[in-house]
Antibody, heavy 121, light 107 residues
């Protein structure tokens, strides 16, 4: 069974940093790109970014609202993906989901349950 | 960035009804279009990818069609568990973008 479990969310002050983790199981992690998507309370889905598989050189891409502030990484030996967030703003408050893409595509397939990040003073 | 616009934003329907949701892209995305279903407090669930391919385990009452800029999601006969919010998503280019969502409510 495919599982993705996010952790690391919490309360952080504006301007602060936070690192989210995504633990994957039930599939060949190294074969899948990993996406991060967020959802503010009562709002729609916003794509944060993605990191590709090794075969595509672990390439990263980000949405405009987080570019330059967020970094994605992965450790295929541990089946883990990470989202390092810095210079956090109140507008970054949301539930953050990690998700795997269908191998060989950019379609988001399986989603984790999400972790809540609250940016507030 | 490619803008995705869904219509309607919300729709009320009854069990057994046929419902169609549309998604329009601001520029052509070929068939790089997916549909996700989300229930309150839950993670989204992939229903359709490549515009018309049914994800494994998804009931056949769900279907998708379209290409380039105009897409539709159809639910042929609504079931109680189908009341949820539906999002389209283009994967043709980064940044990947979602529609604003269509809330399907019980009439």
């Amino acid at each position: 069974e495919v599982q993705l479990v996010e952790s690391g969310g919490g309360l952080v002050q504006p301007g602060g940093s936070l690192k989210l983790s995504c633990a994957a199981s039930g599939f060949t992690f190294s074969d899948s790109a990993i996406h991060w998507v967020r959802q503010a309370s009562g709002k729609g889905l916003e794509w944060v970014g993605r990191i590709t598989e090794k075969i595509h050189n672990y390439g990263t891409a980000f949405g405009a609202s987080v570019k330059g502030r967020f970094i994605m990484s992965r450790d295929d030996s541990k089946n883990m993906a990470y989202l390092q967030m810095s210079s956090l703003e109140t507008e970054d408050t949301a539930v953050y989901f990690c998700a795997r893409a269908i191998p060989g595509t950019t379609f988001v397939e399986y989603w984790g349950q999400g972790t809540l990040v609250t940016v507030s003073s | 960035d490619i803008q995705m616009t869904q219509s309607p934003s919300s729709v009320s329907a009854s069990v057994g009804d046929r419902v169609t949701i549309t998604c329009r892209a601001s520029q052509g995305v070929r068939n790089s279009l997916a549909w996700h279903q989300q229930k309150p407090g839950k993670a989204p669930r992939l229903l359709i990818f490549s515009a018309s391919r049914l994800q494994s385990g998804v009931p056949s009452r769900f279907s998708g069609s379209g290409s380039e800029t105009d897409f539709t999601l159809t639910i042929s006969s609504l079931q109680p568990e189908d009341f949820a919010t539906y999002y389209c998503q283009q994967s043709a280019t980064v940044p990947i973008t979602f529609g604003q969502g269509t809330r399907l409510e019980i009439k």
